[in-house]
T-cell receptor
Framework: EPEVTQTPSHQVTQMGQEVILRCVPI?????FYWYRQILGQKVEFLVS????????KSEIFDDQFSVERPDGSNFTLKIRSTKLEDSAMYFC?????????????FGSGTQLSVL | ELKVEQNPLFLSMQEGKNYTIYCNYS?????LYWYRQDPGKSLESLFV?????AVKQEGRLMASLDTKARLSTLHITAAVHDLSATYFC??????????FGKGTKLTVNP
């Protein structure tokens, strides 16, 4: 079965450094999402992306965050200057149609640790 | 603003017993999802509930939706150890994002 793949599985960085989290969505999917989960807490929406632009973002997704689909297969989340509170598990998800019509498929996540 | 509440947050049960997890949400929803998460793993989709009265079953799990009460339940029948995981409900309220509950950590003891 097709799956969403994320790399790396773990990322350790120093506060203030830039990180890029990578995702390869399922190949025929058109809608892409990032969610995050701080340890022991609930999963939170960050951003949705369709047709090469952000369609919705949360208040967490401030100017330090950006997303890009640099080619036909990758979908990246960049955090420009990491903070301690950015430490979390980041999940990429994709859907064939928008989330309103199709279920989301989640990747296995990238555990980001900011020291 | 859409809010989603699950209870209980922690559930310890004996194998063979039945129990129900509840998910309440605050505003009209387009659809409701149940996900399972094993420790350190991703979210596995269990059920998608689209309409009032919807009921779906898979193995020992059964999910239902009452849109008038804004309530979904996940019923566990004759629990087994393999069902130990954290279960999340997530609600969609007319936008692209899912709003998740805090999750119910289920432990099934032999």
């Amino acid at each position: 079965e097709p799956e969403v793949t994320q790399t790396p599985s773990h990322q350790v960085t120093q506060m203030g450094q830039e990180v890029i989290l990578r995702c390869v969505p399922i190949s025929n999917h058109l809608y892409f999402y990032w969610y995050r989960q701080i340890l022991g807490q609930k999963v939170e929406f960050l951003v949705s992306f369709y047709n090469n632009e952000i369609s919705e973002k949360s208040e967490i997704f401030d100017d330090q965050f950006s997303v890009e689909r640099p080619d036909g297969s990758n979908f990246t989340l960049k955090i420009r200057s990491t903070k301690l509170e950015d430490s979390a598990m980041y999940f990429c998800a994709s859907a064939k149609a928008g989330a309103l019509r199709e279920k989301l498929f989640f990747g296995s996540g990238t555990q980001l640790s900011v020291l | 603003e859409l809010k989603v509440e699950q209870n209980p947050l922690f559930l310890s049960m004996q194998e063979g017993k039945n129990y129900t997890i509840y998910c309440n949400y605050s505003t009209t929803s387009d659809r409701l999802y149940w996900y399972r998460q094993d420790p350190g793993k991703s979210l596995e989709s269990l059920f998608v509930l689209l309409s009032n009265g919807a009921v779906k079953q898979e193995g020992r799990l059964m999910a239902s939706l009452d849109t008038k009460a804004r309530l979904s339940t996940l019923h566990i029948t004759a629990a087994v150890h393999d069902l130990s995981a954290t279960y999340f409900c997530a609600v969609q309220g007319g936008s692209e994002k899912l709003v998740f509950g805090k999750g119910t950590k289920l432990t099934v003891n032999p």
